[in-house]
């Protein structure tokens, strides 16, 4: 349960990008259009993190090409055509993976756990060493 829940919550901002992406659809073609795949196909478009910060917040979007030398804006505006959808699936898919190496390996937040493993060795006659076994039966 806990690691369905980590993946929900990772996958929300992917969520929210293509969310806003659909609604844009929506607002701008099938008002005014009848649906058809034709038209997602030639009209659905993935919005870029530089649309949506300067479509939402063109105040700090100002700010910071004026307060940023132009080699640091360079290298941030490559980054700004990214789409926001596959970048949230990146930043899913990362902490996914990553998680799951930890898992296997037992460490981090996997450390704790597991439990304990009842086998059947024949050196302990089927139960963890040091440990009595206990009968439910009177």
């Known amino acids: ?34 649906f058809s ?23 700090s979007y100002k700010q910071a090409v004026e307060t940023l030398d ?9 980054f700004l055509t990214f789409k926001a959808f596959f970048v949230g699936l990146g930043f899913a898919g990362f902490f996914i993976v990553l998680f799951g190496v930890l898992a296997l390996f037992g460490v981090g937040p996997f450390a704790s756990e597991g439990g304990i493993v009842y086998g059947s060795d024949k050196k302990t006659g089927g139960h963890v060493k040091g440990q009595t076994m206990k009968y439910n039966r009177k």
């Open 70 to 78: 132009p080699q640091t804006w360079a290298w941030i505006d490559y």
């Open 1 to 34: 349960m806990r690691g369905g829940f980590l993946i929900f919550l990772l996958l929300i901002p992917a969520s929210v990008a293509l969310g806003h992406d659909v609604y844009l659809f929506y607002q701008n073609y099938l008002l005014t259009e009848p």
């Open 37 to 59: 795949i034709d038209l997602v196909r030639e009209q659905f478009k993935f919005s870029a993190l530089g649309f949506i910060w300067t479509t939402y917040e063109v105040n």
